[in-house]
């Protein structure tokens, strides 16, 4: 079988998900497990987070909250962006959260309930421009809301744009989420809980914790808060091994287009990962991988199944030696090296979001503590 594999460090997600919680205590973490858990994969990783105590859990789509209900995971999952098509009587049924943002969704869902008392989390545009009932018209949709039987307001919560970037963003749009929270009290509601808090904001901005927190990204390991230090640890290693070996020549072209050409006699190394395993295509001629705790450059394109990497500064490599795209390694010294999903995203001119959740259904995730929870 193909040497290459995610490496999912269950007992790193359970240290994040702690560390998140002292940071936003006394708020309660509701954790983002969307787009497979950020590509980690769901079910192993929602059953984690439940044993830690999760608060609740937050996914993008009702499909997502329905394949968590149906393997077993009982904690409270909150569906952002609530129910497309035909799917209100299954999110009740099954007991999610659904977020809604228009009245006729709050409709939808009052037919599915047949008479029945259910509650919704209301969204409210603050500044992000995608979802979400824009302030100016808030006072109306609370005006229609009020009028269908059986529906309830337990939660009230906003989205944050620029938590990371932009201060002055985050504090206007806490002002209207304040503005809002009035107006859906002057109209009879008392929401259970408030939550605004993104990974980046539950560090950067104390404010804006209110409840709950969700946070996504920092329970995989990266705060997306720059200037913030904190103790996570980064819980996917994404990792191969050489299958070939090559000497070129000087002047030797490297894979489709040769976009490299060798300026120096090079051994080549061939591992057997490419951009069909959801390595991004733009690291060609830029990324590195560790090979015997040193870094050997991608060369050449990357390509659907294969990429190749300069390994001639690597002493004593050799076919079947282990090489990492992300994640630690351990060289023959006992020395720690380490590419991380940021440095990934860096080079590629993405977001680490994009790097891990790309990772492609090809590639078996293992789960069981890394060497970050074993050092």
Known sequence: MRPTRAEIDLEAIAHNYRVVSEVAGPAKVL??????????????????????GARGLCVALAEEGLELREAGIH??????????????????????????????????????????????????????????????????????????????????????????????????????????????????HRPKVLHAANSAATFRHPSSRYDLVRCGIALFGFPNAPGVEA?????????????????????????????????????????????GDGLMRMGSNRGAALLRGRRAPIVGNISMDLTTLDVTDVPGVAVGDEAVLFGSQRGPDGELARIDATEVAEACGTIPYEVLCAISRRVPRFYGPGPASRS
């Open 231 to 275: 103790a996570l640890r980064p819980a996917m290693r994404l990792r191969s091994e050489v299958v070939a070996l090559r000497w070129l020549e000087p002047g030797a072209p490297v894979g489709y287009d040769g976009t490299f050409r060798a300026a120096r006699r090079t051994l080549l190394a061939t591992i057997p990962v490419g951009y």
């Open 31 to 52: 954790a983002v497990v969307k787009a497979d858990a950020y590509g980690h994969g769901v079910v192993p990783v929602a059953r984690r987070l439940q044993q830690e």
């Open 75 to 188: 904690t409270d999952i909150v569906v952002l962006n609530g129910a497309y098509g035909h799917a209100h009587g299954e999110v009740l049924a099954a007991g999610l959260t659904p977020v809604v943002y228009d009245i006729a969704q709050v409709e939808a869902f009052a037919a599915a309930a047949g008479g029945r008392a259910f509650g919704v989390h209301l969204k409210v545009d603050t500044g992000m421009a995608r979802l979400g009932v824009p302030l100016a018209e808030l006072g109306r949709f609370l005006e229609r809301f009020g009028a269908i039987p059986g529906a309830r307001i337990d939660g009230l919560m906003t989205h944050l744009a620029c938590a990371d970037s932009d201060d002055g963003f985050t504090a206007e749009q806490l002002q209207r989420f304040t503005r809002a929270q009035h107006v859906v009290r002057a109209h009879g």
